[in-house]
């Protein structure tokens, strides 16, 4: 479930900080030169693009050479992963072969997949800055403390400080407000208004953005840790039902039965609190792999058959 996979991603946190990391600094500079984008599996990792959906990815910065076998913690030794891409491939710098090197696409991604997809080279085109970094990893803590709000404190506990994510969120909201007013773009001083204009103008946020969207924008406006706790309490339940959304398509997606597949495209019309991408992603999904035959009985005994909710 999701509890369970975000405390295998804080233990992984933990082992990566015991071996060193790229500095703050370092690590803005690889997620703008990669415009924001998984140098292994391709995924956008602008968070606020995903809204509440659920389906966010979490950005790392990844050693070309890994820091087991020399590595420097430095931006030219360094790409834009996804956290979880990264985890797997751990310290196996063999497994270094990446789909996008600087924003661009390579040999290995034309050999495994062909075309680019129109929305990937929409996400290439995008100007991201470093400063952007920082609010991605505001949004990314404030994320998880809505996380902590979708199940019972006796079932998720991360941290004995319930501000912890909070705390973090507005430590990255102030680095990014400070690089913001160190070099404002067009000269403006950091308002919302401002920030939504400039990331309009790279691509970075919609003309009309969905309502959870504007939910995420408020911490622009927030000034202490008890404020964002109070927005992540506020938006949690909107995020635990879009994941359960997925949840359920994920399930279906065993049997791929069209009956129960429309059953779920009918339920999933009337939800009006629904996150248009956690609906787009499911309407399609099922649309496409209706009929699908039933795979061998011996073939679920496979381990790799089995979906990340199987897991304790």
């Known amino acids: ?11 992984k946190r933990k082992r990566v900080k ?30 606020l693009d995903y809204g509440l959906s659920g389906l966010e990815q979490e950005d790392w910065a990844d050693h070309i050479k890994p820091v087991a076998r020399g590595g420097k913690h430095v931006a030219t030794n ?8 990264n985890f797997t491939k751990n310290a ?55 996380v902590g709000y979708c199940y019972d404190s006796s079932e998720y506990s991360r941290h004995a400080d319930r501000l912890y994510y909070p705390k973090a969120a507005l430590r990255f909201l102030n680095q990014f407000k400070y690089a913001w007013n160190t070099k404002p773009p067009d000269g403006r001083p950091f308002t919302r208004e401002s920030v939504e204009r400039d990331w309009r103008a790279r ?33 949690a339940k909107r995020y635990a039902k879009n994941f359960r959304w997925v949840e359920k398509m994920d399930h279906w997606t065993r049997s791929c039965d069209p009956a129960k597949g429309q059953a779920i495209v009918r339920a999933i019309h009337q939800d009006a ?16 792999l209706s009929g699908l035959p039933m795979p061998p ?6 381990d790799t058959t089995r979906r990340c909710t199987d897991y304790e």
């Open 273 to 288: 609190d629904v996150s248009p991408l956690v609906k787009d992603l499911v309407i399609h999904n099922i649309r496409i």
């Open 203 to 235: 691509d970075l946020l919609a003309a009309e953005p969905w309502p959870e969207q504007r939910y995420l924008l408020e911490l622009l406006n927030l000034e202490s840790p008890e404020a964002i706790d109070l927005l992540a309490k506020t938006v």
């Open 18 to 47: 015991a071996r060193g990391k790229f500095s703050d600094e370092t690590r803005a500079q690889i997620f703008a030169w990669d415009r924001a984008v998984c140098a292994l599996t391709g995924a956008n990792l602008w968070m």
């Open 297 to 302: 009985c011996e073939e679920a005994e496979r």
């Open 1 to 11: 479930m999701l509890r369970n996979r975000e405390s295998d991603m804080a233990r």
């Open 78 to 85: 360094g790409v834009c992963a996804s956290a979880e891409a």
């Open 92 to 146: 196996n710098g063999r497994a270094n072969e990446y789909w996008f090197i600087g924003g661009r696409p390579n040999y290995r991604f034309f050999a495994d997949l062909g075309k680019v997809p129109e929305s990937t080279a929409r996400w290439l085109r995008r100007d991201v800055q470093p400063r952007d970094w920082h609010f991605n990893r505001s949004l990314r803590n404030l994320l998880l403390a809505v």
